[in-house]
């Protein structure tokens, strides 16, 4: 195991004299980056499958019962760190940690809404910073979590599509936001998390190895064993992803962000609508149904003036014949500097009551939590601690 030298140069700061960097940030920068140098030179211990860890006891002449006790600690205690495990020796605890990193996400900050949203900010290891937001309404409990630091994606209508992509959260800071919310959930409102959605900040697909082990970890009986029926991935469209569902038999819900069903204006407000056209999608969706068997959701944020007409409920019913699907109708959030505004409850109602007549099930989605910018869409790391880099064309 090498041994580690922490110098400021290799920080990436200039050689100084001592003084000059024992201010407080300096300071913060140093030991998240020694923090976040540590954690990539050792192995992520949740990355270990329960044969790797028991081998790892066995090979350090310890009981092999001790693997089961850390498999516990990480996944169904969601401990944070070593020192959590209190049934471990402290000589086991000081083994593991010579070994092994747990680059864990912890809560920095929390808002509450006046409407009970709570918003967080999850500092991870490396000092980035995600979002996500427990949503309680009168018949559930639910986390939104983030899959990705920033998004790759471009969708003109949402904060975070502002954000320059940094990195894939791994399944570990995944799972740390549901547990973390499961917590809160009970500690605030006294109700148990009772569903989670992949809608905060990235596209879950493009991070799809470490979305889809959270989520075998988040329904596991040996973790956190919630039922996959209540868990929903969220994707903007990404055809290839969404046939990988398929043949991968997922039991989860999967809601498509649709927005326009003609492609002239989805790509306007959607450019992954270029390369992931409806026509592709319509074939990726058939192929994920006709493999799971699951109803798709197809969410449709209805913008003022550009896709509230009947006409636009109409394209959207013919394209809802393709697959068995509902509609969630969302309301709109405005963003700073947006070019939308959100249409209004005359048009929305007309809207829904289209396509009811043709038969379609379809949810009206109020936001929540938009005095504190929780709402969907408006995730934008405002967080005083976030590393925030904006993407160049919007600078
Ligand atoms: S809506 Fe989702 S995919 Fe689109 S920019 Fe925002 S976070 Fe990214």
């Not at 300071?27 to 211990?45: E, G, H, P, R």
């Not at 991870?124 to 790759?152: H, K």
């Not at 549901?178 to 605030?188: A, C, Y």
């Not at 002239?264 to 319509?282: C, G, Y």
Request: glycine share 4%.
């Amino acid at each position: 195991m090498p041994r580690l030298i922490f110098s400021p140069a290799s920080a990436g700061l200039s050689p100084c004299h001592p003084c000059d960097i024992l201010n407080r940030s300096d300071l913060t920068t140093i030991l998240l980056t020694f923090a976040a140098v540590k954690a990539a030179t050792k192995k992520n211990i949740r990355d270990l499958s329960k044969e790797e860890m028991k081998s790892f006891f066995v090979e350090n002449n310890e009981k092999p019962f001790r693997s089961g006790q850390v498999w516990e600690w990480l996944w169904q205690k969601s401990a944070r760190s070593f020192d959590e495990m209190t049934n471990l020796s402290k000589a086991t605890r000081e083994l593991l940690k010579e070994h092994f990193a747990l680059p864990a996400a912890s809560l920095d900050t929390k808002q509450v809404s006046r409407d009970h949203t709570i918003k967080n900010a999850f500092k991870l290891y490396d000092g980035n910073i995600v979002e996500g937001v427990l949503i309680p309404t009168d018949s559930r409990m639910t986390a939104c979590v983030s899959s990705q630091v920033g998004c790759s994606l471009t969708c003109s209508f949402c904060a975070t599509g502002r954000l320059e992509r940094l990195r894939n959260l791994d399944a570990g800071e995944i799972f740390d936001q549901v547990s973390i919310i499961r917590q809160q959930s009970l500690e605030h409102y006294d109700i148990p998390l009772s569903n989670i959605v992949y809608m905060g900040m990235g596209e879950p697909l493009l991070n799809y190895q470490n979305v889809l082990k959270s989520i075998e970890r988040i329904t596991a009986e040996d973790g956190l064993n919630m039922s996959p029926q209540r868990i929903t991935v969220s994707t903007a469209g990404i055809a290839k992803m969404i046939k990988q569902l398929g043949d991968d038999e997922v039991r989860f819900n999967l809601a498509l962000s649709l927005h326009a069903a003609n492609d002239e204006k989805r790509s306007r407000i959607m450019p992954i609508n270029e390369t992931n056209t409806l026509e592709t999608l319509t074939e990726a969706l058939k192929y994920f149904y006709a493999k799971t068997g699951t109803r798709i959701t197809y969410e449709y944020i209805l913008f003022k003036g550009f896709n509230d007409e009947i006409a636009d409920a109409r394209e959207l019913a013919d394209y809802c014949r393709h697959v068995p699907c509902k509609v969630n109708i969302i309301e709109y959030n405005p963003i700073d500097d947006s070019e939308f505004t959100k249409a209004g409850k005359e048009k929305t109602e007309a809207f829904k009551n289209f396509l009811e007549s043709r038969h379609i099930i379809v949810n009206i989605r109020s936001s929540r939590g938009k005095d504190i910018d929780a709402a969907c869409g408006q995730l934008a790391n405002k967080n005083e601690h976030a590393v925030v880099k904006l993407k160049k064309q919007i600078i």
